[in-house]
């Protein structure tokens, strides 16, 4: 009902506040139970009446807004001792001799005002820079993680995130250096476990050699070929 009386209003009163109809809408919807009920108000108010119930309305509005203005001005004063400017008097720039200057020192209002703003925000500003120190320290463990998950070198791996945590850089420089270093530390390491992988590997088994200095390869390949009792080279039998 609420729309229909504003939509009403607003068509046949154009040029009028839109906030003073609404709130009259608002009285009329309290009296109305259809829309015929509506539409019957509507027509019976003319623009004398709307423009004083709209005045009314604006002037309780106005006063409102003003006593709120001057509560928040009275916490104010009352919360950061404000002190309001000391009038100058005419002829008196405030640069005497009594070394007084024009915005009289420390009871300048503004200064106080600022002073108060930046008191209000530091906790706000505190909060903002741990949060973004946070976000900061999780990107680039997640990026040291990157790199060393190529490491094959299990207590290489273990020191350097144990290193990492005991470390601050300066600014994304320090620790972009660090990177690099840590990546060659990486290929030094990778490096280190393959030639130890190749250097504890088995000799091949035709190096193996007996107590009399011959390999077992070749030991193996004679007794497979040993001549039988007769020989398998003897001579024709007569």
């Known amino acids: 009902m609420l729309k229909i009386l504003l939509a009403l209003l607003v068509a046949k009163f154009q040029g009028v506040r839109k906030d003073g109809l609404e709130a009259m809408a608002r009285a009329l919807a309290l009296h109305c139970k259809s829309e015929d009920d509506a539409k019957t108000l509507v027509e019976e108010l003319d623009k004398a009446q709307v423009d004083e119930f709209v005045k009314d309305y604006r002037a309780g509005v106005d006063k409102e807004v003003s006593d709120g203005v001057k509560t928040n001005e009275t916490k104010l004063r009352s919360k950061y001792n404000f002190i309001e400017k000391t009038k100058v008097e005419p002829g008196n720039d405030g640069n005497g001799d009594d070394g007084k200057d024009g915005n009289n020192g420390k009871d300048d209002i503004a200064a106080q005002i600022k002073a108060a703003v930046d008191a209000a925000l530091s906790p706000l500003k505190t909060q903002l820079d741990s949060l973004n120190a946070a976000e900061v ?3 680039r463990l997640a990026k040291l993680n ?3 998950a190529t490491c094959k070198d299990d207590a290489f791996k273990a020191k350097a995130l144990k290193d990492y945590s005991r470390m601050h850089f300066d600014n994304d420089d320090a ?6 270093e840590t990546e060659t530390d990486i290929n030094n390491a990778n490096q280190r476990v393959a030639n130890e992988a190749l250097g504890g590997g088995n000799a091949p088994m035709f190096n193996a050699k007996d107590n009399d200095g011959v390999s077992k390869a070749v030991a193996d390949f004679v007794a ?3 001549p039988d ?4 080279f003897a001579g024709k039998e007569l």
């Open 137 to 139: 320290s999780k990107a």
């Open 146 to 148: 990157e790199k060393l």
């Open 175 to 180: 620790f972009n250096e660090y990177i690099t």
């Open 224 to 226: 497979e070929n040993k």
């Open 229 to 232: 009792a007769k020989g398998s």
